[in-house]
């Protein structure tokens, strides 16, 4: 952690959570994280439970992120879901380039751009994922890979665009595995993340750039990795499904 930075910490649901089942776990969550004040605290349901948990956590300290979004406006694009829909139902965040959307949905650097840019021009704050795979790492990679997405990922931004958003390192070996990077693996991609963001733009963006680190974050490990200085959050998947292991998480110390 760093004292400029404040730090954000986001559950991300993926495919999982009724809207009845979300309702039940937000009515846990907010007493259990309502005292917070020093760090963000982001909840990403899917699509279909948005507009209960937005509900819910109206006038809380909790912020509602969606997972994905589609580039354009609107239009004839079946199954797809527009910024502006996102933002009537309360959405302050979207998720946009998870490893999962990558491998399982063809989504591409110039993809991720697309709707980085969308979520921007629209007012929605993105938090754009990169991260490498096993096989990539082995081969000797991963800094090719990291400037690869960070750079393609940002194109076209413009500086003041740039503050807005917040990066997620998540090393794909590392996602769902119970196999965390350790707090000096993730750092040192931070620290990479943060002088690819300075090359692009300047010393003052990149330190203002906000990095979660994600992959197997757990409220026994959370700790150790946002004590590492280019550590700046966690976007969290399994743990963050159960509202104990969440507040847990979300009141790091
Ligand atoms: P995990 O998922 O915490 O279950 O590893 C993290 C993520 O994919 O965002």
């Given at each position: 952690m760093h004292p400029k930075r404040r730090p954000i910490i986001a559950g991300n649901w993926k495919m999982n959570m009724t809207a009845t089942q979300a309702k039940e776990l937000a009515s846990k969550?907010?007493?259990?994280?309502?005292?917070?004040?020093?760090?963000?605290?982001?909840?990403?349901?899917?699509?279909?439970?948005?507009?209960?948990?937005?509900?819910?956590?109206?006038?809380?300290?909790?912020?509602?992120?969606?997972?994905?979004?589609?580039?354009?406006?609107?239009?004839?694009?079946?199954?797809?879901?527009?910024?502006?829909?996102?933002?009537?139902?309360?959405?302050?965040?979207?998720?946009?380039?998870?490893?999962?959307?990558?491998?399982?949905?063809?989504?591409?650097?110039?993809?991720?751009?697309?709707?980085?840019?969308?979520?921007?021009?629209k007012g929605l704050l993105p938090i754009m994922c990169v991260g490498e795979t096993l096989t990539e790492r082995e081969a000797g990679k991963?800094?090719?890979?990291?400037?690869?997405?960070?750079?393609?990922?940002?194109?076209?931004?413009?500086?003041?665009?740039?503050?807005?958003?917040?990066?997620?390192?998540?090393p794909v070996w590392a996602i769902g595995t119970g196999k965390t990077a350790t707090p000096d693996q993730a750092n040192e991609v931070h620290a990479l993340i943060r002088q690819k963001v300075q090359s692009l733009y300047s010393a003052e963006i990149a330190e203002g750039l906000r990095i979660q680190y994600g992959g197997s974050v757990t409220p026994d490990n959370v700790s150790q990795l946002m004590a590492k200085p280019d550590i700046d959050g966690a976007l969290v998947g399994g743990a963050s499904l159960k509202p104990e292991s969440f507040a847990a998480l979300v009141n790091f110390k």
């Open positions: 969550l907010i007493p259990l994280v309502a005292a917070v004040k020093d760090r963000d605290i982001v909840l990403g349901p899917p699509y279909t439970a948005l507009q209960t948990v937005s509900e819910m956590i109206k006038g809380t300290n909790i912020g509602l992120s969606a997972q994905n979004l589609h580039w354009e406006d609107k239009g004839a694009f079946t199954g797809e879901i527009s910024a502006e829909m996102l933002l009537d139902l309360g959405c302050k965040y979207v998720i946009i380039g998870h490893s999962e959307r990558r491998q399982f949905f063809g989504e591409t650097d110039e993809t991720v751009n697309k709707k980085v840019k969308q979520a921007l021009k991963l800094n090719d890979v990291i400037n690869r997405q960070v750079t393609g990922g940002l194109k076209d931004l413009s500086a003041d665009d740039m503050k807005k958003v917040v990066i997620a390192y998540e």
